[in-house]
T-cell receptor, first 114, second 113 residues
Framework: SAVISQKPSRDICQRGTSLTIQCQVD?????MFWYRQQPGQSLTLIAT?????????ESGFVIDKFPISRPNLTFSTLTVSNMSPEDSSIYLC???????????FGPGTRLTVT | GNSVTQMEGPVTLSEEAFLTINCTYTATGYPSLFWYVQYPGEGLQLLLKATKADDKGSNKGFEATYRKETTSFHLEKGSVQVSDSAVYFC????????????FGTGTLLAVQP
């Protein structure tokens, strides 16, 4: 299994600012993923972050808005840039487990943009 | 493209009632199918999965069968408990070895004593 922590757990930010969300895993994993869950909607994949390469973004998401770092096999950050109220969501980090290939999810970061 | 549709909630049941949460999917190829659960205040957890047609996933008394002919993966439990109160998400993977998931909108289940 994999245990994932995220920081911060929640934040309230002003529009136009940026927030960086951290994701820490207790074991080395190849694939890390960032999802967004907007109010009342399902989870949507933002990007896949593999160590040693640039993140791969899904349709509708761009690097300028959601820059991602993946400096090692246990850590990743997602930045939500130039925020607007539409960015208010829960942002979740997930990983593919190192031995069982299941997906494990972090507790999420609840972001409110005012 | 690939998509998942699940029944809207909330679903409110009395303890020991029978539960069905419907889930249908649209996909090219042969995706794996999943049910995830999110208990209040906790992260998303894998509840069960099925990787091919006619497979039945089961865990904690919950079951779901991969029905290719009806493109469905309905979640069932014979007797729900208050502790089953949570949000349930149906999901499929993009296929291949990507590990990327497409989720349904989630169904809130509230079980009353």
């Amino acid at each position: 299994s994999a245990v994932i922590s995220q920081k911060p757990s929640r934040d309230i930010c002003q529009r136009g600012t940026s927030l960086t969300i951290q994701c820490q895993v207790d074991s080395q994993v190849t694939m890390m993923f960032w999802y967004r869950q907007q109010p009342g909607q399902s989870l949507t994949l933002i990007a896949t972050a593999n160590q040693g390469s640039e993140a791969t973004y899904e349709s509708g998401f761009v690097i300028d808005k959601f820059p991602i770092s993946r400096p090692n096999l246990t850590f990743s950050t997602l930045t939500v840039s130039n925020m607007s109220p539409e960015d208010s969501s829960i942002y979740l980090c997930s990983v593919a487990g190192p031995s069982d290939n299941k997906q494990y999810f972090g507790p999420g970061t609840r972001l409110t943009v005012t | 493209g690939n998509s998942v549709t699940q029944m809207e909630g909330p679903v409110t049941l009395s303890e020991e009632a029978f539960l069905t949460i419907n889930c249908t999917y649209t996909a090219t190829g042969y995706p794996s199918l999943f049910w995830y659960v999110q208990y209040p205040g906790e992260g998303l957890q894998l509840l069960l999965k099925a990787t091919k047609a006619d497979d039945k996933g089961s865990n904690k008394g919950f079951e779901a069968t991969y029905r290719k002919e009806t493109t469905s993966f309905h979640l069932e439990k014979g007797s729900v408990q208050v502790s089953d109160s949570a949000v349930y998400f149906c999901a499929l993977d993009y296929g291949g070895a990507t590990n990327k998931l497409i989720f349904g909108t989630g169904t809130l289940l509230a079980v009353q004593p």
